[in-house]
C-alpha cells in the first residue's frame, strides 16, 4: 500500500513477572491506510489493549517496549519524547477508552473537559472552544446539545457518557481515532448505536480507526480488516468479509464459532476450543495455541508458523496445518 498513516514492524513489549521479564506482545507488525479501519480480535489477555497502549506512550508500569518501530507522519511514536507524545495523543491520535466514568474528570462539568483538548492542541480560547465542544456534542447525537456542556459525567446515562467521550477523542479532527473495547459495559442496543455512530462519523470525517474488541460481529460492518492476536501474536490478519469467508487459523474458527447470537446472548468461551490462553512467562516454545488446538501435529509444538499468505490474497495466517507454510518453503 502507498504511504499508510501508521506502520508498526515487530513490536515487542515485556512485563516484568515474579519468573522474569514476559513477552506479552511478539513481533507484531501491521499498518493502517489513511481513511481505512482496522479491527484488532482476540480474547481478553492476548495483548490489544498494550498494543495500542505502546503506541500511545501509555504502558501501565511494569511492562516496557523492548523492541520495534510505529511510524506515523514521519516519526517513530515509539522514540518520542513525552512532551511529544503528549501532541500526538489527542491531537493526532483520538482515543476512546471502555468505561468512561474513570476517564472522566467526576467534578469537572463536560463541558470543561471537553474544552481541553481543544484550548490545548489547537490554542482555542476559552469562548470560541466552549461554542466548538457544543458542537460536538451535536455531532456525536447527545439529545439537547450544547445545553449539555453544563453537566457532570454521572448526570449522563453510560451511552451518553460514550458519546461525550468519543466527541473528546475526535475534538481536534485527529487523523486516528483509537478505540479500545468502547462499548463492552455497555447493553448491546447501545453497542451497536455507538459502533452505528463511529461509522457515520468516519464517513463524515474520514479518520483512520482502529478497533479493539472481543465481538467480532459488532464491528463488522465497521471494520474494513481485521487483525487476530492471540497470546501476543498476530495469527491471522485479512479483509473481515474473506475472515468470515474463510478463517483459517484454528483460534479464529474458534472465535468465530463463539460469537455470540444476535439476540445478544452473552459470549461464551471458545466452547468449540475450550481452555485458556497460557500465562505470559509461561508460553510454549511453537506455536502459542497448540494447547488449545484440535489440529496440532508435532512441528506446532516447537517451531512457530511463519504469518503467510492464504489462497494467494493479501489474507495471512500462521498456522501449519492449515496455512501451508511448508508448500511455499519447498
Ligand atoms: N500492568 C501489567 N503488568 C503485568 N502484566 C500486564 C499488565 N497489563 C497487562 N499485562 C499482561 O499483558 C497481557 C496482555 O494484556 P492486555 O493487552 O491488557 O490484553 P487484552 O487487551 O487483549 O485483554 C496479559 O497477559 C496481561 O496479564
Ligand atoms: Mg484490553
Known sequence: MTDPLLSVRDLAVEVSTR?????????????????????????????????????LGLLPPGARVAGGS????????????????????????GMIFQDPMTSFNPVLKIGDQLIEPLIYHRGMLRREAWARAGELLRLVGIPGGASRLDNYPHELSGGMRQRVMIAMGLACEPPL????????????????????????????LGMSIIWITHDLALVSGLVDRVIVLYAGK???????DDLYARP??????????????????????????????????????????????????????????????VAGGPHRAACWVNAKPQELAA
Do not use: N
Not at 510505529?70 to 491520535?93: C, F, N, P, W, Y
Not at 498476530?234 to 473481515?240: F, G, K, Y
Open 70 to 93: 510505529a511510524r506515523m507522519e514521519g516519526k517513530d511514536l515509539l522514540t518520542l519524547s513525552r512532551r511529544a507524545l503528549r501532541e500526538v495523543r489527542g491531537g493526532r491520535i
Open 248 to 309: 483459517t487459523h484454528p483460534y479464529t474458527q474458534g472465535l468465530l464459532a463463539s460469537l455470540p447470537t444476535l439476540e445478544g446472548e452473552e459470549t461464551r468461551r471458545l466452547p468449540a476450543i475450550g481452555g485458556t490462553p497460557p500465562d505470559p512467562g509461561r508460553r510454549p516454545a511453537g506455536c502459542p495455541f497448540a494447547p488449545r488446538c484440535p489440529l496440532r501435529v508435532a512441528r506446532c509444538e516447537s517451531e512457530m508458523p511463519p504469518l503467510v499468505a
Open 19 to 55: 519468573r522474569g521479564p514476559a513477552r506479552v506482545v511478539d513481533g507484531v507488525s501491521f499498518h493502517i491506510g489513511r481513511g481505512e479501519a482496522l479491527g484488532v480480535v482476540g480474547e481478553s489477555g492476548c495483548g490489544k489493549s498494550i498494543t495500542t497502549l505502546a503506541l
Open 177 to 204: 481515532l483509537i478505540a479500545d473495547e468502547p462499548t463492552t459495559a455497555l447493553d448491546v442496543t447501545i453497542q451497536a448505536q455507538i459502533v452505528d455512530l463511529v461509522k457515520d462519523l468516519r464517513a463524515r
Open 234 to 240: 498476530i495469527v491471522e490478519e485479512a479483509p473481515v
